[in-house]
């Protein structure tokens, strides 16, 4: 099975601060994705942003990106222009195409106001 | 637009009690996913379904059952309940042949067994 590493059980910010969270993976595969979730004490579970392996550039969606490394085989999330409602859990998952996704165990963000 | 619907939200069992969640999709979805969530120990797949008539397991599959009789629909079951499965439980659907295709949630359910 894939191991999916979040090294940060527990991480915090202030308001209007980048805040960056760490996820490592073990996989021999060249081909394969990677996502980050957020679940917000609604527990809805959120897409926040995902990353194909084969792709060099760096994902972004608004205030969140990823640093890819592949050959160290780290995805880190910055959040920038942290904002309350960015508090949640960040889950970090990978998928191998047409295959299960395997997720870390989380890092618990609070925002200091 | 309904997404991944889980019936119920809460439930409280007795241990040796059953009980079945049910999970509903409308997106048409090939796979879906049965997963449970302990504090400090992330979401963990406990059986998934490739297609109508299709399951398989996960990384934690015993002392439950599931099935997969129509394609929208993935039902887990468990037919004793035992302390050691109080839980969040997360019914997931995504598309099989798009990779970067994400997992889309439903809403879990709180499962309490006493």
């Known amino acids: 099975a894939q191991t999916v590493t979040q090294s940060q059980p527990e991480m915090s910010v202030q308001e209007a601060e980048t805040v960056t969270l760490s996820c490592t993976y073990d996989t021999s595969e060249s081909d394969y994705y990677l996502f980050w979730y957020k679940q917000p004490p609604s527990r809805q579970m959120i897409l926040v942003i995902r990353?194909?392996?084969?792709?060099?550039q760096n994902a972004t969606e608004n205030r969140f990106s990823v640093n890819f490394q592949k050959a160290a085989k780290s995805f880190s999330l910055k959040i920038s222009d942290s904002q309350l409602g960015d508090a949640a859990m960040y889950f970090c998952?990978?998928?191998?195409?047409?295959?299960?996704?395997?997720f870390g165990t989380g890092t618990s963000l609070t925002v200091i106001p | 637009n309904a997404g991944v619907t889980q019936t119920p939200k809460f439930r409280v069992l007795k241990t040796g009690q059953s009980m079945t969640l049910l999970c509903a999709q409308d997106m048409n979805h090939e796979y879906m996913y049965w997963y449970r969530q302990d504090p400090g120990m992330g979401l963990r797949l406990i059986h998934y379904s490739v297609g109508e008539g299709t399951t398989a397991k996960g990384e934690v599959p015993d002392g439950y059952n599931v099935s997969r009789l129509k394609k929208q629909n993935f039902l887990l079951g468990l037919e004793s309940a035992a302390p050691s499965q109080t839980s969040v439980y997360f019914c997931a659907s995504s598309y099989v042949d798009r990779g970067d295709s994400p997992l889309h949630f439903g809403n879990g359910t709180r499962l309490t067994v006493t």
């Open positions: 990353q194909e392996a084969y792709k060099q």
């Open positions: 998952a990978y998928r191998r195409v047409g295959n299960q996704f395997y």
